[in-house]
């Protein structure tokens, strides 16, 4: 088994405003992981952006109160440009969309 994610990702250090309404339409989806401090703008303002500028797909990753990982998924609704929200996970990531996934986080050092 090899030690390279299942998954490919194309990783940003940091996103500048500008850059979210210049996406290509490989890119499907947006993860963040929120860190302390980084509460508000994870899940309010980069929420709107990626919204915005019409990622299909937001993932928001939170540490619980436990020690369990949070996953929390959203889908845009290209109507109103807005995103629904989607499942929540915990711990055990198992996902059809946007692409199939299987994964414990709790697995992850």
């Known amino acids: 088994m090899s030690d390279e994610p299942a998954v490919p990702a194309r990783m940003h250090e940091q996103i500048t405003a500008e850059q979210y309404g210049s996406w290509s339409a490989e890119q499907c989806a947006g993860v963040e992981v929120v860190s302390p401090g980084s509460e508000t703008t994870d899940r309010v303002v980069k929420l709107q952006?990626?919204?915005?500028?019409?990622?299909?797909?937001y993932w928001r990753i939170e540490q619980s109160?436990?020690?369990?990982?949070?996953?929390?998924?959203y889908l845009l609704d290209a109507a109103t440009c807005a995103y629904r929200e989607g499942d929540v996970f915990a711990g055990v990531v198992k996902a059809s969309a946007p692409f199939a996934l299987d994964v414990d986080l709790t697995s992850l050092g």
């Open 49 to 57: 952006q990626y919204a915005r500028a019409g990622i299909p797909f």
């Open 65 to 73: 109160a436990g020690t369990v990982p949070l996953v929390y998924t």
